[in-house]
């Protein structure tokens, strides 16, 4: 069973930045899809963005385009989500998902993880 832990949320300034870890175990992480959706509370949660097993496709929501990047370490069971340029909007809570198959953006993803708070303040 692929188990998912996310890592790196906190507080930070307008502007500022974050990265946003989420390590796998029980399985190998380089046969899955994986993603970052985020929720606010009383919302629906939202694709963020997505990764190809092999790293070679990526997918954003517009929003958050040129100013975050996905990205994944398959040696070490690891994906990755740099924020940059951070907004306010930006706040919710940050969850690492998984699955099997589909592209990166469509589907539904089939392991999660617990979350990891980001907020955005002035």
């Known amino acids: 069973q692929l188990q998912l832990v996310e890592s790196g949320g906190g507080l930070v300034q307008i502007g500022g930045s974050l990265r946003l870890s989420c390590a796998a175990s029980?399985?190998?992480?380089?046969?899955?899809?994986m993603a970052w959706f985020r929720q606010v509370p009383g919302w629906e949660r939202e694709f963020v963005a997505g990764?190809?097993?092999?790293?070679?496709?990526?997918d954003y929501i517009e929003s958050v385009k040129g100013r975050f990047t996905i990205s994944r370490d398959n040696a070490k069971n690891t994906v990755y989500l740099q924020m940059n340029t951070l907004k306010p909007d930006d706040t919710a809570g940050y969850y690492c998902?998984?699955?099997?198959?589909?592209?990166?953006?469509?589907?539904?993803?089939?392991?999660w993880g617990q979350g990891t708070q980001v907020t955005v303040s002035s």
């Open positions: 029980g399985r190998a992480l380089k046969s899955y899809i």
């Open positions: 998902a998984a699955k099997e198959a589909g592209g990166p953006s469509d589907g539904e993803y089939n392991y």
């Open positions: 990764i190809s097993c092999n790293g070679t496709e990526t």
